[in-house]
């Protein structure tokens, strides 16, 4: 399967400012996702992210608090706009290689 | 909308020592049912997809079962590297992105020597 990387690995912001989130892939790939992992819950889909398309939100999900970036088939960007704390979570991208396989994630607190 | 829950949240058990982690789910249609394993500070990683009930799928001391109602991982003689949390996902055939993986809240396994 493809090697995914995420940078940064985990970063403290703080609130009502915003955080670029990155993706890299070893690979061509041409669907890659965006999920969610709070603390004590699911991991959830955020978004599909299609290159040379717009994104897809999933319900809750919207695109000015989650603006994401697709601009070639081996990466993409996931920004989370004006923080809270609410928004501390790890946030993973995946791929689709016949499975899904997930990035090693991104640690945000927000303070 | 499609549903997963995990059980038990917390399994400890002695090594060597069998058990069984148990995954029940909804779906409207079923495209797949997934296992993932994840370790503290990383990603999940990519255990089993099972498509219809009756299936198995094997891998080392695990074994994934599926009926069309839950799914069980099935552990034997585990040994301490095994410890991890271990996820669940259905992929369902309504609503939503046609790859949308719903997952459970894991169950969190750990092995003492």
Redesign the interface.
């Given at each position: 399967?493809a090697v995914?990387s995420q940078k940064p690995s985990r970063d403290i912001c703080q609130r009502g400012t915003s955080l670029t989130i990155q993706c890299q892939v070893d690979s061509q790939v041409t669907?890659m996702?965006w999920y969610r992992q709070q603390p004590?819950?699911?991991?959830?889909?955020i978004a599909?992210a299609n290159q040379g398309s717009e994104a897809?939100y999933?319900?809750g999900f919207v695109i000015d608090k989650f603006p994401i970036s697709r601009p070639n088939l081996t990466f993409s960007t996931l920004t989370v706009s004006n923080m809270s704390p609410e928004d501390s979570s790890i946030y993973?991208c995946?791929l689709?290689q016949h499975?899904?396989?997930?990035?090693?994630?991104t640690?945000l607190t927000v303070l | 909308e499609d549903q997963?829950t995990q059980s038990p949240e917390a399994l400890r058990l002695q090594e060597g020592e069998s058990s069984s982690l148990n995954c029940s789910y909804t779906v409207s249609g079923l495209r797949g049912l997934?296992w993932?394993r994840q370790d503290p500070?990383?990603?999940?990683?990519?255990l089993f997809?099972l498509y219809s009930a009756g299936e198995e799928k094997e891998k080392e001391r695990l074994k994934a079962t599926l009926t069309k109602k839950e799914s069980f991982l099935h552990i034997t003689a585990p040994k301490p590297e095994d410890s991890a949390t271990y996820?669940c996902?259905v992929q369902g055939t309504s609503g939503?992105?046609n790859?949308?993986?719903?997952?459970?809240?894991?169950t969190l396994l750990t092995v003492n020597p």
């Open positions: 399967s995914i669907m996702f004590g819950q699911s991991l959830t889909l599909t897809t999933e319900s993973l995946s689709l499975e899904q396989f997930f990035g090693p994630g640690r | 997963v997934f993932y500070g990383k990603g999940p990683e990519f997809t996820l996902a939503g992105s790859y949308k993986l719903t997952f459970g809240k894991g």
